[in-house]
Protein backbone atom coordinates (compact mmCIF):
# COMPACT_ATOMS: atom_id res chain seq x y z
CA UNK A 1 0.00 0.00 0.00
CA UNK A 2 1.57 3.19 -1.03
CA UNK A 3 1.91 6.02 1.77
CA UNK A 4 -0.11 9.26 0.95
CA UNK A 5 2.06 11.90 -1.17
CA UNK A 6 3.29 14.38 1.53
CA UNK A 7 2.16 17.89 1.73
CA UNK A 8 3.83 20.57 -0.12
CA UNK A 9 5.37 23.07 2.45
CA UNK A 10 4.72 26.55 1.33
CA UNK A 11 6.95 28.04 -1.19
CA UNK A 12 8.60 31.63 0.63
CA UNK A 13 6.70 33.15 -2.10
CA UNK A 14 3.61 31.93 -0.41
CA UNK A 15 4.99 32.81 2.73
CA UNK A 16 6.18 36.34 2.04
CA UNK A 17 2.56 37.52 0.56
CA UNK A 18 1.28 36.14 4.24
CA UNK A 19 3.62 38.07 6.13
CA UNK A 20 2.73 41.32 3.70
CA UNK A 21 -1.02 40.84 4.45
CA UNK A 22 -0.94 40.14 8.03
CA UNK A 23 -1.36 44.52 9.04
CA UNK A 24 -4.52 44.42 5.94
CA UNK A 25 -6.06 41.29 7.35
CA UNK A 26 -5.95 42.30 10.62
CA UNK A 27 -6.88 46.23 9.73
CA UNK A 28 -9.89 44.59 7.53
CA UNK A 29 -11.26 42.83 10.60
CA UNK A 30 -10.84 45.98 12.72
CA UNK A 31 -12.74 47.98 10.50
CA UNK A 32 -15.70 45.12 10.11
CA UNK A 33 -15.89 45.17 14.13
CA UNK A 34 -16.42 48.81 14.27
CA UNK A 35 -18.91 48.89 11.29
CA UNK A 36 -20.97 45.41 12.98
CA UNK A 37 -21.25 48.30 16.25
CA UNK A 38 -22.39 50.67 14.17
CA UNK A 39 -25.44 48.92 11.33
CA UNK A 40 -27.96 48.51 13.73
CA UNK A 41 -28.20 52.34 14.65
CA UNK A 42 -29.89 53.31 11.44
CA UNK A 43 -32.86 50.57 12.25
CA UNK A 44 -33.65 52.06 15.91
CA UNK A 45 -36.28 54.01 14.77
CA UNK A 46 -37.89 50.75 12.29
CA UNK A 47 -37.34 48.12 14.78
CA UNK A 48 -40.40 48.63 17.02
CA UNK A 49 -42.68 47.96 13.48
CA UNK A 50 -40.24 45.30 12.17
CA UNK A 51 -40.12 43.06 15.02
CA UNK A 52 -42.89 44.23 17.64
CA UNK A 53 -41.20 44.68 20.50
CA UNK A 54 -41.47 48.16 22.53
CA UNK A 55 -38.79 50.53 22.30
CA UNK A 56 -37.28 50.32 25.16
CA UNK A 57 -36.79 46.53 24.43
CA UNK A 58 -35.22 47.58 20.92
CA UNK A 59 -32.55 49.65 22.23
CA UNK A 60 -31.17 46.40 23.70
CA UNK A 61 -29.95 46.08 20.26
CA UNK A 62 -27.30 48.10 21.40
CA UNK A 63 -26.98 47.45 24.67
CA UNK A 64 -26.63 43.84 25.15
CA UNK A 65 -23.38 44.26 22.41
CA UNK A 66 -21.92 47.31 24.61
CA UNK A 67 -22.01 45.10 27.66
CA UNK A 68 -20.87 41.80 25.76
CA UNK A 69 -17.70 43.95 24.64
CA UNK A 70 -17.22 45.60 27.86
CA UNK A 71 -17.33 42.27 29.63
CA UNK A 72 -15.40 40.18 27.32
CA UNK A 73 -12.62 42.55 26.19
CA UNK A 74 -10.51 42.16 29.16
CA UNK A 75 -11.49 38.74 29.54
CA UNK A 76 -10.35 37.30 25.89
CA UNK A 77 -7.19 39.36 26.02
CA UNK A 78 -6.12 37.70 29.11
CA UNK A 79 -6.88 34.35 27.52
CA UNK A 80 -4.73 35.30 24.51
CA UNK A 81 -2.32 36.39 26.40
CA UNK A 82 -2.28 32.56 27.77
CA UNK A 83 -3.52 30.14 25.16
CA UNK A 84 -2.96 31.84 21.98
CA UNK A 85 -3.79 35.53 20.46
CA UNK A 86 -4.54 34.08 16.92
CA UNK A 87 -6.95 31.44 18.39
CA UNK A 88 -8.64 33.57 20.73
CA UNK A 89 -9.20 35.73 18.08
CA UNK A 90 -10.43 33.36 15.49
CA UNK A 91 -13.03 32.61 18.39
CA UNK A 92 -14.02 36.19 18.51
CA UNK A 93 -14.42 36.81 15.02
CA UNK A 94 -16.75 33.38 14.86
CA UNK A 95 -18.75 34.79 17.39
CA UNK A 96 -19.32 37.83 15.65
CA UNK A 97 -20.39 35.78 11.98
CA UNK A 98 -22.59 33.82 14.26
CA UNK A 99 -24.20 36.40 15.60
CA UNK A 100 -24.85 37.84 12.17
CA UNK A 101 -26.18 34.79 10.76
CA UNK A 102 -28.42 34.16 13.57
CA UNK A 103 -29.63 38.22 13.39
CA UNK A 104 -30.40 37.64 9.51
CA UNK A 105 -32.65 34.52 9.91
CA UNK A 106 -34.64 35.91 12.95
CA UNK A 107 -37.31 38.67 13.61
CA UNK A 108 -37.59 37.59 17.41
CA UNK A 109 -36.23 40.62 19.30
CA UNK A 110 -35.03 38.36 22.43
CA UNK A 111 -33.18 36.22 19.48
CA UNK A 112 -31.94 39.57 17.97
CA UNK A 113 -30.46 40.35 21.53
CA UNK A 114 -29.02 37.31 22.28
CA UNK A 115 -26.95 37.46 18.80
CA UNK A 116 -26.00 40.81 19.78
CA UNK A 117 -24.32 40.28 22.65
CA UNK A 118 -22.77 37.19 20.74
CA UNK A 119 -21.34 40.17 18.49
CA UNK A 120 -20.13 41.80 21.03
CA UNK A 121 -17.09 39.25 21.57
CA UNK A 122 -15.70 40.89 18.31
CA UNK A 123 -14.70 44.18 20.27
CA UNK A 124 -11.85 42.36 21.80
CA UNK A 125 -10.16 42.13 18.04
CA UNK A 126 -8.47 45.04 18.15
CA UNK A 127 -6.51 44.25 21.21
CA UNK A 128 -5.55 41.30 20.65
CA UNK A 129 -4.51 42.03 17.68
CA UNK A 130 -2.02 45.07 18.58
CA UNK A 131 -0.77 42.12 20.64
CA UNK A 132 0.09 39.98 17.80
CA UNK A 133 1.19 42.75 15.99
CA UNK A 134 3.64 43.57 18.84
CA UNK A 135 4.94 40.21 18.85
CA UNK A 136 5.64 39.89 14.88
CA UNK A 137 6.66 43.31 13.98
CA UNK A 138 10.08 44.82 13.49
CA UNK A 139 10.21 47.87 15.53
CA UNK A 140 10.63 50.01 12.71
CA UNK A 141 6.95 48.98 11.28
CA UNK A 142 5.54 48.14 14.76
CA UNK A 143 4.37 52.03 15.18
CA UNK A 144 2.82 52.77 12.30
CA UNK A 145 0.65 48.98 11.99
CA UNK A 146 -0.05 49.87 15.88
CA UNK A 147 -1.99 53.19 14.90
CA UNK A 148 -3.34 51.62 12.02
CA UNK A 149 -5.27 49.05 13.94
CA UNK A 150 -6.36 51.55 16.87
CA UNK A 151 -7.64 53.73 14.04
CA UNK A 152 -9.96 50.89 13.02
CA UNK A 153 -12.59 51.72 15.07
CA UNK A 154 -12.97 55.08 14.27
CA UNK A 155 -12.74 54.34 10.41
CA UNK A 156 -15.63 51.59 10.53
CA UNK A 157 -18.14 53.74 12.66
CA UNK A 158 -17.72 56.68 9.94
CA UNK A 159 -17.98 53.84 6.93
CA UNK A 160 -20.67 51.58 8.98
CA UNK A 161 -23.19 54.16 9.38
CA UNK A 162 -23.76 55.36 5.39
CA UNK A 163 -23.57 51.71 4.37
CA UNK A 164 -26.06 50.59 6.79
CA UNK A 165 -28.79 53.37 5.93
CA UNK A 166 -28.47 52.53 2.16
CA UNK A 167 -29.10 48.75 2.31
CA UNK A 168 -31.95 49.56 4.90
CA UNK A 169 -33.33 52.33 2.75
CA UNK A 170 -33.11 50.00 -0.67
CA UNK A 171 -33.45 46.72 0.82
CA UNK A 172 -34.73 44.28 3.15
CA UNK A 173 -33.06 45.08 6.58
CA UNK A 174 -32.14 41.06 6.96
CA UNK A 175 -29.62 41.72 4.25
CA UNK A 176 -27.26 44.03 6.36
CA UNK A 177 -27.09 40.95 8.56
CA UNK A 178 -26.29 38.65 5.66
CA UNK A 179 -23.65 41.07 4.15
CA UNK A 180 -21.93 41.44 7.64
CA UNK A 181 -21.94 37.44 8.37
CA UNK A 182 -19.99 37.16 4.73
CA UNK A 183 -17.90 39.52 5.38
CA UNK A 184 -16.92 37.72 9.03
CA UNK A 185 -16.42 34.46 7.51
CA UNK A 186 -14.14 36.02 5.02
CA UNK A 187 -12.30 37.60 7.83
CA UNK A 188 -12.00 34.07 9.47
CA UNK A 189 -10.58 32.53 6.41
CA UNK A 190 -8.34 35.33 5.57
CA UNK A 191 -6.63 34.86 9.73
CA UNK A 192 -6.40 31.46 9.38
CA UNK A 193 -4.47 31.98 6.26
CA UNK A 194 -2.33 35.43 6.85
CA UNK A 195 -2.04 36.06 11.05
CA UNK A 196 0.72 33.62 12.27
CA UNK A 197 0.25 32.36 15.85
CA UNK A 198 2.60 34.41 18.32
CA UNK A 199 5.13 32.73 19.86
CA UNK A 200 5.01 35.27 23.26
CA UNK A 201 2.73 33.80 26.15
CA UNK A 202 2.34 33.62 29.65
CA UNK A 203 0.87 29.82 30.33
CA UNK A 204 -0.69 29.46 33.62
CA UNK A 205 -4.37 28.81 35.36
CA UNK A 206 -7.50 31.01 34.33
CA UNK A 207 -8.67 33.35 36.76
CA UNK A 208 -12.67 32.11 36.83
CA UNK A 209 -13.34 33.67 39.93
CA UNK A 210 -11.97 37.00 38.21
CA UNK A 211 -13.78 36.72 35.00
CA UNK A 212 -17.05 36.23 37.03
CA UNK A 213 -16.77 39.07 39.35
CA UNK A 214 -15.37 41.42 36.55
CA UNK A 215 -18.74 40.56 34.31
CA UNK A 216 -20.70 41.58 37.40
CA UNK A 217 -19.39 44.57 38.42
CA UNK A 218 -18.59 45.73 34.86
CA UNK A 219 -22.58 44.75 33.86
CA UNK A 220 -24.59 46.94 37.00
CA UNK A 221 -22.52 49.94 36.45
CA UNK A 222 -22.93 50.00 32.46
CA UNK A 223 -26.26 48.90 32.80
CA UNK A 224 -26.98 51.79 35.40
CA UNK A 225 -25.31 54.58 32.77
CA UNK A 226 -26.80 53.19 29.62
CA UNK A 227 -30.52 52.57 31.30
CA UNK A 228 -30.43 55.56 34.21
CA UNK A 229 -32.17 57.92 31.53
CA UNK A 230 -35.27 55.27 30.61
CA UNK A 231 -35.32 53.93 34.11
CA UNK A 232 -34.73 57.34 35.85
CA UNK A 233 -31.62 58.38 37.91
CA UNK A 234 -33.45 58.28 40.64
CA UNK A 235 -34.87 55.49 40.73
CA UNK A 236 -34.35 52.24 43.05
CA UNK A 237 -33.06 49.96 39.83
CA UNK A 238 -30.59 52.67 38.96
CA UNK A 239 -29.35 53.55 42.63
CA UNK A 240 -28.87 49.26 43.29
CA UNK A 241 -26.94 48.84 40.38
CA UNK A 242 -24.76 51.62 41.05
CA UNK A 243 -24.56 50.03 44.48
CA UNK A 244 -23.84 46.67 43.60
CA UNK A 245 -21.32 47.97 41.30
CA UNK A 246 -19.14 49.57 43.40
CA UNK A 247 -19.72 46.60 45.99
CA UNK A 248 -18.64 43.85 43.35
CA UNK A 249 -15.92 45.68 42.02
CA UNK A 250 -14.52 46.42 45.21
CA UNK A 251 -14.46 42.85 46.36
CA UNK A 252 -13.10 41.72 42.97
CA UNK A 253 -10.37 44.21 43.29
CA UNK A 254 -9.56 42.82 46.56
CA UNK A 255 -9.51 39.32 45.15
CA UNK A 256 -7.45 40.41 41.93
CA UNK A 257 -4.86 41.38 44.60
CA UNK A 258 -4.33 38.31 46.46
CA UNK A 259 -5.04 35.78 43.05
CA UNK A 260 -1.96 33.67 42.39
CA UNK A 261 -2.97 34.88 38.71
CA UNK A 262 -5.10 37.17 38.02
CA UNK A 263 -7.17 38.33 35.45
CA UNK A 264 -5.78 41.81 35.44
CA UNK A 265 -2.20 42.50 37.29
CA UNK A 266 -3.84 45.48 39.31
CA UNK A 267 -0.07 46.39 40.32
CA UNK A 268 0.84 46.56 37.01
CA UNK A 269 -2.30 49.17 36.80
CA UNK A 270 -1.37 51.11 39.54
CA UNK A 271 1.65 52.04 37.45
CA UNK A 272 1.46 55.50 37.03
CA UNK A 273 2.87 54.99 33.31
CA UNK A 274 -0.35 52.58 33.04
CA UNK A 275 -3.30 53.50 35.04
CA UNK A 276 -2.71 57.36 33.84
CA UNK A 277 -3.44 55.58 30.36
CA UNK A 278 -6.09 54.32 31.38
CA UNK A 279 -7.80 57.17 32.38
CA UNK A 280 -6.57 59.38 29.60
CA UNK A 281 -8.39 56.27 27.81
CA UNK A 282 -11.62 56.96 29.36
CA UNK A 283 -11.66 60.48 28.81
CA UNK A 284 -10.73 60.08 25.31
CA UNK A 285 -13.57 57.98 24.56
CA UNK A 286 -16.11 60.19 26.32
CA UNK A 287 -15.06 63.17 24.22
CA UNK A 288 -14.85 60.45 20.62
CA UNK A 289 -18.38 59.60 21.12
CA UNK A 290 -20.06 62.84 21.36
CA UNK A 291 -18.51 63.76 18.25
CA UNK A 292 -20.59 61.24 15.76
CA UNK A 293 -23.41 61.32 18.57
CA UNK A 294 -24.14 64.49 18.71
CA UNK A 295 -23.37 65.66 15.54
CA UNK A 296 -25.51 62.97 13.94
CA UNK A 297 -28.82 64.30 15.57
CA UNK A 298 -27.75 67.73 15.16
CA UNK A 299 -27.88 67.91 10.98
CA UNK A 300 -31.22 65.56 10.99
CA UNK A 301 -32.98 67.95 13.14
CA UNK A 302 -35.93 69.37 11.80
CA UNK A 303 -35.46 72.84 9.35
CA UNK A 304 -38.29 74.50 11.59
CA UNK A 305 -36.14 74.02 14.48
CA UNK A 306 -34.04 77.14 13.63
CA UNK A 307 -30.79 75.48 13.11
CA UNK A 308 -31.25 72.20 11.66
CA UNK A 309 -30.86 70.46 8.56
CA UNK A 310 -33.23 68.08 7.94
CA UNK A 311 -30.82 65.75 6.36
CA UNK A 312 -31.45 61.86 5.89
CA UNK A 313 -29.76 58.90 7.51
CA UNK A 314 -27.56 58.22 4.41
CA UNK A 315 -27.01 61.99 3.96
CA UNK A 316 -26.09 61.79 7.55
CA UNK A 317 -23.53 59.24 7.15
CA UNK A 318 -21.76 60.64 4.26
CA UNK A 319 -20.99 63.99 6.32
CA UNK A 320 -19.15 61.67 8.88
CA UNK A 321 -17.53 59.66 6.17
CA UNK A 322 -14.35 62.78 5.72
CA UNK A 323 -13.84 62.18 9.60
CA UNK A 324 -12.96 58.22 8.77
CA UNK A 325 -11.11 59.26 5.59
CA UNK A 326 -9.13 61.74 7.98
CA UNK A 327 -8.46 58.86 10.36
CA UNK A 328 -6.80 56.48 7.68
CA UNK A 329 -5.00 59.27 6.23
CA UNK A 330 -3.60 60.34 9.74
CA UNK A 331 -2.42 56.79 11.45
CA UNK A 332 0.87 56.71 10.05
CA UNK A 333 1.47 60.80 10.87
CA UNK A 334 0.51 59.32 14.13
CA UNK A 335 3.09 56.78 14.42
CA UNK A 336 5.50 59.49 13.26
CA UNK A 337 5.19 61.92 15.75
CA UNK A 338 5.23 58.89 18.21
CA UNK A 339 8.87 57.76 17.18
CA UNK A 340 9.78 61.72 17.19
CA UNK A 341 8.39 62.86 20.45
CA UNK A 342 7.03 59.35 22.29
CA UNK A 343 3.48 58.56 22.57
CA UNK A 344 2.49 60.90 25.21
CA UNK A 345 3.42 64.09 23.83
CA UNK A 346 0.92 62.17 20.31
CA UNK A 347 -1.89 61.85 22.96
CA UNK A 348 -1.63 65.04 24.35
CA UNK A 349 -1.24 66.27 21.05
CA UNK A 350 -4.68 64.81 20.13
CA UNK A 351 -6.41 65.66 22.77
CA UNK A 352 -5.88 69.24 22.45
CA UNK A 353 -7.07 69.17 19.10
CA UNK A 354 -9.96 67.50 19.73
CA UNK A 355 -10.87 70.27 22.24
CA UNK A 356 -9.92 72.81 19.04
CA UNK A 357 -12.86 70.63 17.21
CA UNK A 358 -15.03 70.97 19.57
CA UNK A 359 -14.35 74.92 19.87
CA UNK A 360 -14.95 75.08 16.30
CA UNK A 361 -18.42 73.66 16.46
CA UNK A 362 -19.46 75.73 19.44
CA UNK A 363 -18.57 78.70 17.19
CA UNK A 364 -20.36 77.86 14.22
CA UNK A 365 -23.10 74.66 13.99
CA UNK A 366 -25.29 76.12 11.48
CA UNK A 367 -23.80 75.89 8.02
CA UNK A 368 -23.04 72.35 6.99
CA UNK A 369 -19.46 72.78 5.96
CA UNK A 370 -19.09 74.24 9.09
CA UNK A 371 -20.48 71.04 10.98
CA UNK A 372 -18.52 69.25 8.72
CA UNK A 373 -14.93 70.95 9.37
CA UNK A 374 -15.48 70.70 13.06
CA UNK A 375 -16.20 66.86 13.17
CA UNK A 376 -13.52 66.19 10.84
CA UNK A 377 -11.19 68.18 13.27
CA UNK A 378 -12.47 66.41 15.96
CA UNK A 379 -12.00 63.06 13.85
CA UNK A 380 -8.17 63.99 13.35
CA UNK A 381 -7.36 64.39 17.01
CA UNK A 382 -9.53 61.13 18.03
CA UNK A 383 -6.51 59.46 15.58
CA UNK A 384 -3.68 60.59 17.23
CA UNK A 385 -4.92 60.32 20.53
CA UNK A 386 -6.55 56.48 19.79
CA UNK A 387 -2.96 55.57 18.49
CA UNK A 388 -1.05 57.30 20.82
CA UNK A 389 -2.79 54.93 23.34
CA UNK A 390 -1.61 51.06 22.42
CA UNK A 391 1.85 52.18 22.00
CA UNK A 392 2.00 53.96 25.79
CA UNK A 393 0.56 50.20 26.56
CA UNK A 394 3.14 48.41 24.82
CA UNK A 395 5.68 49.84 25.98
CA UNK A 396 4.60 50.11 29.99
CA UNK A 397 3.84 46.80 30.07
CA UNK A 398 5.48 42.87 29.50
CA UNK A 399 5.27 41.19 26.75
CA UNK A 400 3.19 38.11 28.07
CA UNK A 401 1.00 40.67 29.16
CA UNK A 402 -0.10 43.27 26.03
CA UNK A 403 -3.03 41.67 24.87
CA UNK A 404 -5.41 41.30 28.45
CA UNK A 405 -3.62 45.72 29.11
CA UNK A 406 -4.82 46.35 26.09
CA UNK A 407 -7.71 44.62 26.67
CA UNK A 408 -8.34 46.81 29.60
CA UNK A 409 -7.68 49.89 27.63
CA UNK A 410 -10.01 49.38 24.87
CA UNK A 411 -12.61 48.48 28.02
CA UNK A 412 -12.14 52.35 29.63
CA UNK A 413 -12.55 53.43 26.07
CA UNK A 414 -16.15 51.84 26.25
CA UNK A 415 -16.79 53.21 29.67
CA UNK A 416 -16.42 56.47 28.97
CA UNK A 417 -18.03 56.24 25.32
CA UNK A 418 -21.38 54.96 27.56
CA UNK A 419 -20.59 57.95 29.52
CA UNK A 420 -20.97 60.01 26.80
CA UNK A 421 -24.15 58.58 25.97
CA UNK A 422 -25.14 58.72 29.27
CA UNK A 423 -24.08 62.36 29.87
CA UNK A 424 -24.94 63.87 25.84
CA UNK A 425 -28.72 62.12 26.12
CA UNK A 426 -29.52 64.47 29.76
CA UNK A 427 -28.01 67.71 28.36
CA UNK A 428 -30.77 67.17 25.24
CA UNK A 429 -32.97 66.04 27.29
CA UNK A 430 -33.27 68.69 29.97
CA UNK A 431 -32.95 71.61 26.55
CA UNK A 432 -35.79 70.97 24.35
CA UNK A 433 -38.32 73.25 22.94
CA UNK A 434 -41.38 72.18 21.35
CA UNK A 435 -41.27 72.33 17.01
CA UNK A 436 -44.76 71.49 15.51
CA UNK A 437 -45.81 69.75 18.60
CA UNK A 438 -42.64 67.64 19.10
CA UNK A 439 -40.09 67.74 21.84
CA UNK A 440 -36.56 68.72 20.06
CA UNK A 441 -33.64 69.67 21.49
CA UNK A 442 -32.55 73.33 21.25
CA UNK A 443 -29.10 74.03 19.66
CA UNK A 444 -27.90 75.56 23.20
CA UNK A 445 -27.99 72.09 24.00
CA UNK A 446 -26.02 70.80 21.12
CA UNK A 447 -23.67 74.01 21.94
CA UNK A 448 -23.67 72.91 25.78
CA UNK A 449 -23.42 68.97 25.04
CA UNK A 450 -19.89 70.34 22.25
CA UNK A 451 -18.55 72.44 25.46
CA UNK A 452 -18.72 69.61 27.39
CA UNK A 453 -17.17 67.37 25.53
CA UNK A 454 -14.20 69.80 24.73
CA UNK A 455 -13.72 70.45 28.66
CA UNK A 456 -13.24 66.05 29.11
CA UNK A 457 -10.83 66.53 26.10
CA UNK A 458 -8.56 69.22 27.48
CA UNK A 459 -8.64 67.00 31.11
CA UNK A 460 -7.48 63.93 28.97
CA UNK A 461 -4.42 66.65 27.33
CA UNK A 462 -3.91 67.57 31.07
CA UNK A 463 -3.68 63.67 32.01
CA UNK A 464 -1.21 62.75 29.09
CA UNK A 465 1.23 65.12 29.95
CA UNK A 466 1.38 63.90 33.51
CA UNK A 467 2.12 60.56 32.19
CA UNK A 468 6.29 59.41 33.18
CA UNK A 469 8.37 59.52 29.88
CA UNK A 470 8.34 56.52 28.10
CA UNK A 471 10.81 54.29 26.88
CA UNK A 472 10.97 51.13 23.94
CA UNK A 473 11.34 47.80 26.18
CA UNK A 474 13.05 44.79 24.70
CA UNK A 475 11.75 43.94 21.68
CA UNK A 476 9.71 40.91 22.07
CA UNK A 477 9.55 39.25 18.99
CA UNK A 478 11.20 35.56 19.22
CA UNK A 479 14.92 35.61 18.82
CA UNK A 480 17.13 33.27 16.51
CA UNK A 481 18.21 29.73 17.87
CA UNK A 482 14.57 28.84 19.86
CA UNK A 483 14.81 31.67 22.46
CA UNK A 484 11.47 33.74 23.12
CA UNK A 485 10.86 36.64 25.71
CA UNK A 486 7.64 36.43 28.38
CA UNK A 487 8.60 38.76 30.43
CA UNK A 488 10.25 42.06 30.48
CA UNK A 489 14.16 41.52 30.15
CA UNK A 490 13.55 37.51 31.31
CA UNK A 491 14.45 35.16 28.15
CA UNK A 492 12.58 31.15 28.09
CA UNK A 493 14.16 28.92 26.09
CA UNK A 494 11.43 27.65 23.76
Known amino acids: MESPAPIPAPTSTDTGLRARLTIPVLAYCGILMAVMQTVVVPLLPDLPRLTGASPGAVSW ?37 VGSVVCALTSDIGVLIAARALQGAAVSVVPLSISILRDELPPERRGSAVALMSSTVGIGAALGLPAAAVVVQYANWHVMFWVTAALGATGVALI ?55 VVLALWWRQQLHARRPLVDLRLVSRPRVGLSHVAALL ?17 APEASGYGLGLSIVQTGLCLLPGGITMLLFSPVSARISEARGPRVTLALGAAVIASGYAVRVADSHQLWMIMVGATVVSTGTTLAYSALPSLILRAVPPGQTASANGVNVLMRTIGQAVSSAAVAAVLVHHTSLVDGAPVPTLHGYLLAFGIAGAVALAACAVALTIPGDTEPHDPRPLRGGTRQVTDGALEEA
Open 61 to 97: MVTASLLSGAVLTPVLGRAGDMYGKRRVLLLSFALMA
Open 192 to 246: RWAVPESPVCEPGGFDVTGALGLAAGLICLLLAVSQGGQWGWGSARIIGLFVGAV
Open 284 to 300: TGFAFYANSLVTAQLVQ
